[in-house]
């Protein structure tokens, strides 16, 4: 019951009401998310958001996304 519990409250945590679905970040502070809803070939649309420290958007822009989430972003893990 509690795993039931718990896998439920996660869900809702990572629920967002933009029509995306948080799914984690790495450690250079990179979001990312699955945009719904899915395409027309049955995959949701993988996204990231590059951190954002406050000042100019286009000097915060990091272009460092670790292989893993890469692979993630491709749909190929």
Request: net charge neutral; proline share 6%; charged share 10%.
């Given at each position: 019951m509690f795993k039931a519990l718990s896998k439920m409250l996660r869900s809702i945590d990572k629920a967002n009401h933009n029509g995306k679905l948080y799914v984690g970040k790495d450690s250079y502070?990179?979001?990312?998310?699955?945009?719904?809803?899915m395409t027309q070939g049955g995959r949701r649309k993988r996204i990231y958001e590059p951190p954002n420290d406050g000042t100019d958007p286009q000097l915060s822009i990091t272009q460092e996304?670790?292989?893993?989430?890469?692979?993630?972003?491709n749909g190929t893990r």
């Open positions: 502070g990179n979001m990312f998310y699955e945009l719904t809803p996304v670790s292989a893993q989430w890469r692979s993630w972003l």
